[in-house]
């Protein structure tokens, strides 16, 4: 399987850095190919330009700002995200993927009559999250109602159709976490990839 590995974390020597190479390495132990998307370093330019916006309801929708990385996102069966979750959200990098790579005619289709969107990534049948947040996982879960996992299951995993596999996996306490518990999780995230048939 093809798997879009994404990095969105602004630090080369981040724990989300060593999540993406655990990941990737899992990956590849388990016979799967990988196009490792590090935004950052790749110079990924989040804003969502004037043409773009103006253009959303075009036929053809035209992202040529962006089309290197859209091509990169339908040629994948699999897309992995990892990130940390700053303010309970995305890094302003990754929602700025979202913006402009999940955009009409890639990852969803307009019925210009008015109706639903239809899914446009149908390539993808596997859709995971590795994060990080600094929070304990009651307050992220209770309080604020677990925004990120929502907005990833129910806002952009359906863009994939109906089949597709979503997983979060979450290390809550970040900032806490100690030398054994930091590397107990990567582990966890190992075991969890080679799971991938």
Not at 54 to 63: C, I, L, S, V
Not at 151 to 178: P, S
């Amino acid at each position: 399987m093809h798997i879009l590995l994404v990095l969105a974390h602004p630090l080369p020597e981040s724990y989300a850095a060593s999540i993406a190479a655990t990941v990737k390495t899992a990956l590849e132990e388990n016979g799967h190919t990988v196009d490792f998307l590090d935004l950052y370093s790749e110079g990924f330019e989040p804003e969502l330009t004037q043409a773009e916006r103006r253009g959303y309801f075009d036929r053809p929708f035209t992202a040529s700002g962006v089309d290197p990385l859209i091509a990169r996102l339908k040629a994948a069966e699999g897309l992995f995200l990892v990130f940390p979750q700053w303010w309970f959200n995305f890094p302003a990098i990754l929602k700025g993927f979202f913006d402009r790579v999940f955009a009409p005619d890639t990852a969803f289709l307009h019925d210009l009559d008015g109706g639903r969107i239809r899914p446009g990534l149908t390539n993808i049948r596997h859709f995971w999250a590795f994060t990080t947040t600094g929070s304990p996982w009651w307050l992220v879960k209770f309080y604020m109602g677990d925004p990120v996992r929502r907005i990833l299951k129910r806002g952009l995993a359906v863009c994939c159709g109906r089949g597709v596999q979503f997983r979060m996996l979450n290390l809550h306490d970040m900032d806490r976490q100690k030398e054994p518990q930091l590397t107990a999780h990567l582990e966890k995230v190992r075991r969890q990839v080679l799971e991938l048939r």
